[in-house]
């Protein structure tokens, strides 16, 4: 089981509020959500999760701190009990184990895409025509020199090979 230091590290991680001592009631739902809390739950939703934070808080603050959360994990322990036939006691214990050994996950980011077409865009060797121009022989791109064709007024045409040979004999 874990100890209640960890649990105080653990809250100052996802407490997002006066540099990591408060937290929101978002930000509890979301620490509760990644550590699995509500899976396998029928009454111990993020709706109860919002009652109880209400009858923690401070009276006039939106924000709970460290200290008020064993107060919390004491108040879903009855819900998380019920769901999963566990004591009170055994219940608190066990939610305190999984908020304490909780890591914050990326929620909003993009993902990298599973579906197969996708490679064939990130892969540059597999590019033709004039975008095959803008990437090196590694895959990488070339900047300005492989988007825009440059003149040099040199007064011979592109192409030509014998530059500079006008006059010699």
Not at 147 to 160: F, H
Request: hydrophobic letters at 30%; a positive charge; charged letters at 30%.
């Amino acid at each position: 089981m874990a100890s209640g230091g960890s649990l105080k590290t653990t809250f100052k991680e996802f407490a997002t509020k006066a540099g990591g001592a408060e937290a929101t009631s978002k930000d509890i739902t979301r620490w509760c959500t990644d550590a699995g809390v509500f899976k396998g739950s029928k009454t111990c939703t993020s709706n109860n999760l919002d009652i109880a934070f209400s009858a923690v808080k401070t009276k006039g603050k939106p924000c709970i701190t460290a200290d008020q959360m064993t107060a919390l994990v004491k108040n879903i322990a009855k819900k998380y009990g019920a769901d999963h036939k566990l004591d009170e006691a055994a219940a608190e214990a066990k939610l305190t184990e999984m908020l304490a050994n909780c890591k914050k996950e990326a929620h909003g980011t993009t993902k990298q895409s599973k579906t197969g077409g996708v490679d064939k865009m990130t892969d540059a060797s597999k590019y033709t025509g004039a975008h095959k121009e803008r990437f090196d022989a590694d895959g990488k791109g070339k900047g300005k020199d492989g988007r825009a064709d440059t003149v040099e007024n040199t007064g011979y045409v592109g192409n030509y090979k014998g530059e500079g040979t006008h006059g010699k004999k």
